[in-house]
């Protein structure tokens, strides 16, 4: 019998000691939460995805009255992203999520909607980014949260024994 053990390393900051590119990333996620439909779950989610050919293209969750059809914010992202841009790779992809209790935010109440602790990306959305990654050179995540920022290395990390063939 063989054990195998997996062991990803995630960085836990604040977004402060993130790099100005990163915290950037970071900022186009939080505001591409603003294009969220979710009058549903009045969550709304962004998701910011830079690209090898230095694009960066957004996302935010998309739901409908037939629950499953709805998409998260990565996935939307995404799939635009590849859209748009076939056969890039991405570099690295930030998640923002907040609470919606109205159809507007004011200015004054747009940091604090945010989520205190990140949210992660569904298993759904992790296959589906997993086809974007660059295997030499990895997707970094970063999950924005007001109190904590998580970075993980990679989406492979996040899936591991992922589905890739046929
Ligand atoms: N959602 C995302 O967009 N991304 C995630 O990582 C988790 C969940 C969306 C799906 C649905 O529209 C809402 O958040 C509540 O689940």
């Known amino acids: 019998m063989t054990e ?3 062991e990803i390393k995630i960085r836990e900051c604040q977004l402060s000691e ?13 505001r591409a939460s603003m294009g969220s439909h979710s009058p549903y779950s009045r969550f709304a989610v ?12 957004t996302g935010a969750n998309q739901e409908n009255a037939a629950y499953p059809s709805g998409t998260c914010a990565e996935r939307t992202a995404a799939f635009y ?10 570099v690295k992809l930030a998640v923002a999520a907040r609470n919606v209790p109205g159809p507007y935010v004011s200015e004054k109440d747009y940091d604090r ?9 569904c298993g ?9 990654e660059n295997t030499d050179a990895p997707t970094e995540v970063i999950l924005y949260g007001r109190e904590r ?6 989406i492979a990390s996040m899936l591991p024994y992922c589905f890739t063939e046929f």
């Open 149 to 154: 920022v998580m970075v993980f290395p990679s």
């Open 81 to 90: 992203a590849s859209a748009r841009y076939p056969g890039a790779k991405f």
């Open 46 to 57: 962004g998701a910011a995805i830079l690209l090898d050919n230095g694009e960066i293209v």
């Open 124 to 132: 759904a959305c992790r296959q589906a980014l997993l086809e974007y």
């Open 18 to 30: 993130l790099s100005e590119s990163d915290r950037n990333l970071v900022e186009m996620a939080r």
């Open 4 to 6: 195998r053990k997996i």
């Open 113 to 121: 909607s945010f989520q205190a602790l990140p949210i992660s990306p």
